[in-house]
């Protein structure tokens, strides 16, 4: 058996949903990695299929959210059906009310269906011409050189043992590895990181079928509830097919669980419709568990992301989704430090912190969302079929992906006055969007969609009405020669000025008062392969010729008297709010001072 070695600066263990994520930032930072996968290839049928608005919007700051929603199943309805008790056949099934899907000032984006084979494989369309992706590889082992500094970059101290299909063992050395390796997580077992948590034994049955019935709401993601259990549809994309995921009786054992005792348990949930079964495309059975790793790192060198470090049921479509969102935390953070932009230590502290806590929380939430599909757990503690729709309803600002809020940190800076300063923004959550006009061309677009997922920082000033205000005029020149000081101070030599930290100026008012010279040039940099000055940094919160009025100041809680910077991350979440006053540059040069290497 031959042996040979490898260097690489991060070695990504699994091509799911979080290796991937990452990957796609490591590709954008142009950072040398490598991912090792078990599979011959990629993703052929995935398991997961929810994919909520955070999600959408993470593929939308990639540039391939439209892609996505093309080919989605688009979720709008909810529709609950229970017991027909007044009708006297409490064996039959009724409806008992809808539901919007999400409330609308959650996202701007949708809630869709999309197979996570789909998902990943428009990832890996980021990773450029020859993705690095080795398949048929099976990792045996991790081991870290624990003398090695959390501040060191020269050193490898990180030890991968794999093994090719044909038997080629092959060694490799990583700056930074991820455990991305799923539920059975060969880097977390190497480790001896323990999954903590504990399994009910509710057994769940899942299929995707292509159903024949007469049931009214097939096309509509429908809740269940009738006398011999609860039944989850999830319409999936293409028409045709639909998932069931189905409670089955109690004392059933996984193992044993056939395709036809599902089909059959189907048939009497759904009674008095008829529901018969033109094909099956995919079948599981499985118990529920809530499960999470004592620990997410070994020494800041290797990390835990996905199911490696938090198992739970799949009715609230979380597990790819928080997966993700693992892969896109640790993916812009390794990306800055790789580049010499950013401080080791307060990066990868914070992604720990950050994603520990939101496994806790997700793990809390799921252990209540899935008694609320217990028939035995409803029944004891008398809760209604109006009260099990209220809570599904409800529960779905928190399944959107849209109430995660992160501590502070070294990349989250929470000051008591921030909600005098910005009302509707909170530091540590993901910043809310809103409709503007981009000034040279007056095209109304959400604000968002300014912010590129490039792997830069954001500095988003509102300077309020401009340039009527003399006073507001006089500030923005001000704020602007404070930013530009900071911004040189962060950006490498040869570098473009926007590379590393990027502005956004919103005004608000007429837009058709103000000319092009009056908006300072810090917002207007010479960039880009052609060094042309760019205009596409400027919106204004004022009526569009086609959309209507936005609002943005409104929307996000911003007096145009005052005005405000909002600080966001590479990843979208805001780092930090500040009014425009004195204490400006001094405040935001302290913060990047916190992660980021001065290089000019």
């Known amino acids: 058996m031959s042996s040979d070695q490898e260097k690489v600066d991060v070695l990504v263990c699994g091509s799911g949903s979080a290796g991937l994520c990452a990957a796609v930032w490591l590709a954008r930072f142009g950072i040398n990695y490598k991912v090792l996968e078990r599979r011959d290839g990629p993703l052929k049928i995935g398991q997961a299929d929810g994919v909520q608005t955070r999600t959408v919007e993470i593929f939308d700051s990639f540039g391939i959210g439209e892609d996505m929603l093309k080919e989605a199943y688009h979720v709008l309805e909810l529709a609950f059906w229970a017991q027909n008790i007044e009708g006297g056949n409490k064996d039959n099934i009724k409806r008992t009310r809808y539901a919007p899907d999400k409330e609308t000032e959650i996202s701007h984006q949708p809630h869709v269906i999309l197979n996570q084979a789909r998902l990943n494989e428009l990832m890996i369309g980021q990773l450029g011409p020859q993705p690095p992706i080795q398949y048929s590889t099976k990792v045996k082992g991790v081991q870290v050189d624990e003398s090695a500094d959390i501040t060191d970059l020269s050193s490898y101290p990180v030890r991968v043992d794999a093994v090719t299909a044909d038997g080629i063992a092959k060694t490799y050395r990583a700056k930074y590895v991820l455990g991305c390796d799923g539920a059975h997580s060969i880097i977390r077992k190497s480790l001896g990181f323990k999954m903590v948590g504990d399994s009910t034994d509710a057994v769940w049955g899942v299929m995707d079928i292509y159903p024949r019935t007469n049931f009214p709401d097939i096309r509509k993601k429908t809740a269940i509830n009738s006398s011999v259990g609860n039944l989850l549809i999830i319409p999936r994309e293409g028409d045709a097919m639909v998932r069931f995921y189905i409670e089955l009786p109690a004392g059933t054992k996984a193992s044993s669980v056939t395709l036809e005792d599902l089909q059959n348990h189907a048939r009497l949930i759904f009674r008095p419709y008829e529901m018969d079964f033109a094909d099956t495309f995919w079948w599981s059975a499985y118990a529920i568990g809530q499960r999470r790793a004592d620990y997410f790192h070994k020494n800041h060198r290797v990390f835990l992301t996905g199911d490696a470090c938090h198992t739970h049921s799949p009715k609230a ?266 204490n400006l540059e001094q405040s935001t040069q302290q913060f990047f001072e916190g992660f980021l290497l001065p290089l000019a």
């Open 317 to 582: 479509g979380q597990g790819m989704n928080v997966s993700l969102q693992d892969g896109h935390n640790i993916g812009w953070k390794l990306g800055m430090i790789l580049k010499g932009l950013g401080k080791p230590k307060p990066l990868l502290e914070s992604y720990v912190i950050e994603r520990e806590k939101t496994a806790t929380e997700l793990i809390e939430f799921d252990r209540g969302f899935t008694k609320l599909f217990n028939s035995k757990y409803r029944e004891e503690h008398g809760v209604s079929q109006d009260q099990f729709a209220e809570m599904f309803v409800q529960a779905g600002r928190y399944t959107a992906g849209q109430a995660i809020q992160y501590d502070a940190s070294g990349v989250v800076e929470v000051g008591e006055r921030d909600k005098e300063v910005v009302r509707n923004v909170t530091v540590g959550m993901r910043f809310p969007t809103a409709q503007v006009v981009r000034f040279c061309d007056a095209k109304a677009m959400q604000l968002v969609k300014g912010l590129p997922a490039d792997g830069q920082w954001y500095l988003v000033v509102f300077a309020g009405d401009f340039p009527e205000e003399e006073e507001n005029k006089a500030r923005l020149e001000k704020v602007s020669q404070a930013l530009d000081n900071i911004v040189k101070r962060f950006t490498p030599a040869g570098a473009y000025s926007d590379s590393v930290i990027d502005c956004v100026l919103v005004i608000s008012g007429d837009r058709k008062k103000v000319e092009q010279e009056q908006i300072p040039e810090f917002f207007t940099p010479v960039t880009g392969k052609w060094q042309q000055k760019c205009l596409f940094k400027v919106y204004a919160d004022d009526e569009s010729y086609n959309t209507g009025h936005g609002h943005a100041y409104e929307a996000y809680g911003i007096d145009p008297a005052k005005g405000a910077l909002v600080i966001v991350r590479p990843d979208h979440y805001v780092a930090k709010v500040s009014a425009l006053d004195d």
